[in-house]
């Protein structure tokens, strides 16, 4: 089985076992690093907020699964984490992880003037963001996004 296959896979099984468990498959990455192999597995809930003990259960369980199927033939290293507040943004299912939150966008075409927006996600829907800035609602159509990123305030 070649790699693209194996990828395919593993997110099938494991984005299947996570949607049971309520949770999101954000990103999954397989990929030498020196000599080990290393499958990590970025996994949130719909809402955000994933926590260090629900990872560490979540790779106890998928290992299991893993080893069960038996896909990958040599020795690797498994890694469940949640995405972190400074990943990019990028689907309909990472915009709803932020609803509520303070995001900026950068457009790849300007809308109302802008081709960076800063506001807080009121709703997502089929292929856009609305947000609430300071003047208004405005709607981002999700193909008109070039990048995303949630903004945390520091202390």
Request: overall charge negative; glycine content about 6%; proline content about 3%.
């Amino acid at each position: 089985m070649d790699r693209q296959a194996i990828v395919d896979e593993l997110k099938s099984i494991i984005q299947d076992f996570l949607l049971a468990q309520g949770l999101d498959l954000v990103d999954l990455i397989l990929r030498y690093e020196s000599r080990d192999l290393v499958l990590r597995i970025l996994a949130d809930k719909p809402e955000g907020g994933i926590s260090l003990g629900e990872c560490a259960n979540l790779n106890i369980q998928i290992s299991r699964i893993l080893d069960e199927k038996d896909i990958l033939k040599e020795r690797y290293i498994l890694e469940i984490s949640s995405p972190g507040l400074d990943m990019p943004l990028k689907t309909k299912s990472d915009f709803r992880r932020c609803l509520n939150r303070r995001v900026r966008f950068f457009l790849k075409e300007a809308i109302n003037g802008k081709v960076e927006i800063e506001g807080i996600i009121n709703r997502v829907e089929e292929d856009l963001v609305c947000v609430d800035i300071d003047d208004g609602l405005v709607q981002i159509p999700l193909p008109k996004i070039a990048k995303a990123k949630q903004i945390v305030n520091s202390i």
